[in-house]
T-cell receptor, first 113, second 113 residues
Framework: IAGITQAPTSQILAAGRRMTLRCTQDMRHNAMYWYRQDLGLGLRLIHYSNTAGTTGKGEVPDGYSVSRANTDDFPLTLASAVPSQTSVYFC????????????FGEGSRLTVL | KNQVEQSPQSLIILEGKNCTLQCNYTVSPFSNLRWYKQDTGRGPVSLTIMTFSENTKSNGRYTATLDADTKQSSLHITASQLSDSASYIC????????????FGKGTKLSVIP
């Protein structure tokens, strides 16, 4: 069982470039989330999706966009990357929004120079 | 503002010893409290989820307690192993239909031979 697959695992990116982090789950979960994890801070929610076709803003959405065209995929796009977006990004899913166990991917480490 | 505070920030213990990690929260409304284990370079993995009515829950050598009156939780690790070396994250959920999970910054545990 793959669970949640994220790609790429790591990337170095020049400031101003566009970048999409991919996330796919095979658990047929309705809810999906994108978090960033920075040293000394707890995980912070960027965007979430309650179900296919709907998305919502989390705590730190600026500079990021998401889409949820189907149940399985939830890509995160940085339209024009800035150094402050250097972080480790985690995609997660749960059966429904706010309930049940949260399953995380292995993370995508992004460095913006 | 919802907050989750964890202590200690870091902890070093000898293999075979027990330890207890603390979590205090000020989150409202409260639905459940979760403990996650995050190995270095990996995504968090769920250890326990406790609702308001649950005082204690075990998962192998991990035992979590919850005092909803004082808004405190603890994670006790028995007979520690080298593989227990990880960050342990306390997370409080505001409930079904809510995307709001408040994450603690984690306790970094190092188990040494």
């Amino acid at each position: 069982i793959a669970g949640i697959t994220q790609a790429p695992t790591s990337q170095i990116l020049a400031a101003g470039r566009r970048m999409t982090l991919r996330c796919t789950q095979d658990m047929r979960h309705n809810a999906m989330y994108w978090y960033r994890q920075d040293l000394g801070l707890g995980l912070r929610l960027i965007h979430y999706s309650n179900t296919a076709g709907t998305t919502g803003k989390g705590e730190v959405p600026d500079g990021y966009s998401v889409s949820r065209a189907n149940t399985d995929d939830f890509p995160l796009t940085l339209a024009s990357a800035v150094p402050s977006q250097t972080s480790v990004y985690f995609c997660a899913s749960s059966g429904s929004l706010g309930t049940g166990e949260l399953f995380f991917g292995e993370g995508s480490r992004l460095t913006v120079l | 503002k919802n907050q989750v505070e964890q202590s200690p920030q870091s902890l070093i213990i000898l293999e075979g010893k027990n330890c207890t990690l603390q979590c205090n929260y000020t989150v409202s409304p409260f639905s459940n409290l979760r403990w996650y284990k995050q190995d270095t370079g990996r995504g968090p993995v769920s250890l326990t989820i406790m609702t308001f009515s649950e005082n204690t829950k075990s998962n192998g050598r991990y035992t979590a307690t919850l005092d909803a009156d004082t808004k405190q939780s603890s994670l006790h690790i028995t007979a520690s192993q080298l593989s227990d070396s990880a960050s342990y994250i306390c997370v409080v959920s505001s409930g079904a239909g809510s995307y709001q999970l408040t994450f603690g910054k984690g306790t970094k545990l190092s188990v040494i031979p």
